[in-house]
């Protein structure tokens, strides 16, 4: 007798295949670039920081886009600029450079032209007010504050899209969206992750002896 297929089964192996290389992609960014318990708290400042915005994207957009780059973003690439050690990476037998170059997401140079992006914005709003005319120009400061914070918004969503895209074609679907799942997700992951930073922090300790997966 021939057997008969399920069709939920090939589903729910994709399924699992992305959440493996979600589980994956999230390991690798932990341990290879979290080791400063500074940079661990200012994660978890700027994931309470997104999830703020993910509930004012349904109230203003604006303010969401002004809060997750105004705070969120620097917060957490300040930790990644400054705080995490840029030398020979013991724990994992890894150099900076080899962590750069297998940087699924955005890396260190990829990072600094994308806030370049975010910090000479305003000056094209300010140089053109409907942004070519793709949007009415508000009036007066606050105006102006809030057309900032929906082309904040609109970069964020545009950088996620462009590297999302980019690893399709660049190495595979699954990775791609892999990736854009976890950054969407990583603010709730990280609260989980790291909200015992500021403890670690009380007690003196600055680098995290060994990263795990707890």
């Not at 997104?50 to 004012?56: D, E, G, I, R, S």
């Not at 705070?71 to 995490?84: D, K, L, N, W, Y």
């Not at 992006?117 to 300010?126: D, R």
């Not at 990280?190 to 003196?204: C, M, Q, S, T």
Request: hydrophobic content about 45%.
């Amino acid at each position: 007798m021939r057997a008969v297929s399920n069709p939920v089964q090939p589903v729910r192996a994709r399924m699992n295949t992305l959440l493996q290389t979600l589980e994956m992609q999230r390991w690798d960014d932990h341990r290879y670039y979290h080791h400063s318990r500074i940079n661990q708290a200012l994660h978890l400042v700027s994931a309470i920081g997104f999830v703020c915005a993910y509930a004012l994207l349904f109230v203003d957009p604006a303010w969401a886009g002004l809060l997750g780059w105004g705070v969120s973003m620097v917060t957490r690439q300040a930790g990644h600029f400054f705080f995490e050690p840029k030398g020979y990476d013991h724990v994992n037998q890894a150099t900076h450079e080899h962590k750069e170059e297998i940087k699924v997401g955005y890396n260190l140079q990829r990072k600094v032209v994308l806030m370049g992006a975010w910090a000479l914005s305003p000056l094209l709003l300010w140089w053109s007010p409907s942004c070519f005319g793709l949007i009415a120009p508000s009036a007066g400061l606050p105006g102006f504050v809030h057309d900032v914070g929906l082309l904040w918004l609109a970069l964020g969503a545009a950088g996620l899209a462009f590297r999302t895209v980019q690893l399709c074609v660049t190495r595979d679907v699954l990775t791609g969206v892999a990736w854009a799942t976890k950054i969407l997700t990583d603010p709730f992951h990280d609260i989980k992750l790291y909200w015992r930073a500021p403890l670690h922090l009380l007690r003196g300790e600055l680098i995290d002896p060994a990263p795990n997966r707890s």
